[in-house]
């Protein structure tokens, strides 16, 4: 028999941006609430110092800050007619845990996404014909929320971080300097972008003469000290080269340590409890309403917490675990097509070109930070015709080294042995002297790309893992071959490169031993209609009106960027529809 | 060179001839703190010693590995196979850089033991694209692998360690390509393990066992632990020289501007 909690207004399950940042929104409103954290409790004094978290076999290769493949896996198998095996160790995305999670130790790259993004089906089929889109066996879908609605948001997480940046067109006036391609903003970015790599002044120089429209990446890695609004203050990132997979001790990135957590934990209706691995939202004899949340705690207690309202934010796919697990929302079944939850999953397509310089060229990759790119976006969404290709989406093509660590940002000539004195040899003739660029593109959904859970394989509390059924859609493979040819002509073109090689990631099948991307989403999509989405546009259950699901698992399919800023904008929204209307009216908000 | 206590080496060859006669030196007799008489060669040999007192994992003076994990045999092998995967030149290679004591360290510890892996069955070959699926933790593949390869080389009557470096070549280029069961891992598997820790042992920070007094990072120019380039990074194409540093030679935290504090936000 579990220990019954005190009841509370508001559970949060996992502690991370999500959670934190709709907590902060929500400490003037004197509601009781409790987050429950699966991981241990950190803060940049005294966890994240200096010099220790500028390792890199800790933290990058052995991976110190994500999710435990001991105690909570997944499976992963390429399509329906397959046996999903156990990720027995990650590789291809990175899911962090404790306090904070990957808020942590994301990069700080601070997109927006496109306004197409919002009403992909419809925009796609408006331009390029519904046979057209139809051919691609694709099921993309309209977000059931518009860009113009989340730009206020977008704008609030941006002056919330600091984020650094140059605007490219402010209320539809193109700005110099930026990006000319961007959705309309109604101001600047709150900082000045960071200063450029010389690996990102070299590539400037190439696509510019190529005709293209280079400009700085947006970053909350901060290149000037700031006071946000809330009067928390950060300082000016040093470019120390350990970023993503770290943890920043200069308060340079922003946070959940830096800029949710203070005013969160001020609160005193605000209960922190970690590592709490919550197992089931629990709900009435109706099925209509959630009553908290049953967990385990450090110890093994069984508990449960009764709550007016909860909140899932963990990882994207251990939402839709957690949905799933509870029996909230149909599943979805690959072959009918009917059903939601696990329904259109998606991911993120990309490849890796590399250009070579002569030794006397010191590129210096080690003087890096997460965001620190130059970058193009003529070829991001659908910012060309595709008319000619046979495919939509696109990619952006970032200049950046967000360091120069030995062991995994070595990048070599093809053709190198991997091993002995040729690769000795190669080593010392190339490192510092190589030009990288990525290529980070749109990730479609398709009928059999879905989770589920797993029907052999189990976590440390006896339950099934998630089965995530998944391989590149062929749309996106071709996307990705034509924006890596775009980006090899580039990697030519700049001034001194003497050789181009190109790795792709985005081919078949999808290889999750080797890092790509951990900008997973979807499942738990949000839309306009039940019988094909979970939530509604403020990430509300349809189903369950007191549980509200966050994050990138509402994504109907992913867009050209890195999701962070997207999906606490989203957050943000649903902050607001949550204070000024289902506080005074609980219930559908749609 | 017979053992001689470094203050009797002093007084016998004077300052100017310690650099080139420097003994391996003994644990007793570091107490040389002579400020006027220290020479290039005895500051280096005090600060390096400083340095290993700092590096638990270090191996005895003469830079033989006390081993945990490998039993000899096993040593015997993974020090001849490292010394081809990355061999010495006119820089130092894997054997120099210590990388046999990180590759024991690594696997005698918590990975080896099976950190972050899940483990649980049932076990299916893998397919391409789901990476490894075995049930052994690395450290069960690296004895496993190891034993299985010593048995069959012996068999043969030539052990690994006795082979020509180019038999030793052609060896290891078989067991990258596959084919080879060794007592059911499939040997690429083991090579890949072997060459991705030899790669790490080379090149990750010393406090871990490997990459000796930084010996692969000042090959390659990388800086180290030492981590600020805020004045620097837009000095593009700037030739940057500065001796790395190990997490193991701090002292206390960085602060890397004075004018940058790094207090709490949080008053």
Redo the contacts between chains.
Sequence with gaps: MPTAMKEVDVVFVGFGWGSSILAKELVNTGLKMVGLERGFPRF??PDF????I????RFA???AM?Q???RE?IT?R?SIS??A???????AFLPGTNLGGSGVHWNGQHFRFQEKDFVLKTAMEERYGKKFVDALGLTIQDWGVPYQELEPYYDKFEYLCGASGKAGNIKGQIQPGGNPFEAPRSREYPTPPL????NG?LFRKAATELGYHPYPQPSSNLSV?YTNPDG???????????CERFAC???AKASPQ?VTL?IVQ?SPNFELRTQCQVVQVNRDSTGKKATGVTYYDAAGREIFQPASMVVLSMFPFNNVRMLLLSKIGKPYDPQTGAGVVGRNYSYQTTSNVWSFFDED??I?P??GSGAIGTMIDDFSGDNFDHAPYGFIGGAYILAAWTG????EQ?PLPPGTP????G??DA??KH??HVGQMLVHGTSMSTRENYLDLDP???DAWGLPLLRMTFDFPENDVRMIRFCTDRALEIGKAMPGSRAVSSKIYGQR?????IYQSTHNAGGAIMGTDPSTSVVNKYQQSWDVPNLFVLGASSFPQNGTYNYTNTLQALNLHTADAIRNRYLKNPGPLV | MSAISRRELLAKVGVAGLAAAVAPKTSAEETVHSAETICRGEETARSEHENRKSDPTEGSESGETNYQFFNREEAQFIEAAVA????T?Q?A?AIEAGVPNYLDKQLGGA?GA???????G?W?P????????LPLKPGELFHTAIKAINAELNKSGRPFWEMSPDQQ?EY?HKL?AGGVDLNGIPSEVFFDQL?GM???GF???PV?GGNKDMV??K????????????D???Q?????EREP?S?GQ?HG??I??PN?P?E???Q
Excluded at chain 1, 195 to 198: D, N, V
Excluded at chain 2, 114 to 120: C, D, F, K, P
Excluded at chain 2, 236 to 240: A, M, N, T, V, Y
């Design positions: 940049t004094s110092q200096s010099p220790e500028h390792d890199e076999l290769v052995r991976k994500m435990d493949n001991v896996a992963l390429h397959e046996t095996l156990p990720v027995r160790r990650w590789g200063k450029e790599q010389y002044a000290a928390l203050k950060l300082k000016a990132c040093v470019y120390c080269g350990f001790p200069h308060y830096t203070p001020r060229v010191n210096n080690f003087m120069g660590r030995p062991v070595n991997p091993w002995g004195k690769w000795k080593v010392r490192y510092g052999t394989y189990r099948p999808f290889d999750v031993a | 081809r995967l990355i061999p030149d820089h290679g990975w099976g950190e972050r892996l899940y483990t649980s049932p299916e893998t397919r391409p694209g789901l990476g490894y699926q070549d290891l990258e060459l030899t790669i790490e090149f990750s920070d871990y692969a990072w090959m390659i120019g990388f800086p180290g632990a030492y981590a600020t380039y805020y620097l990074i837009d593009h194409g700037i030739k940057f540093t997490l701090s935290h960085f890397p501007d940058i790094a709490s936000p949080h």
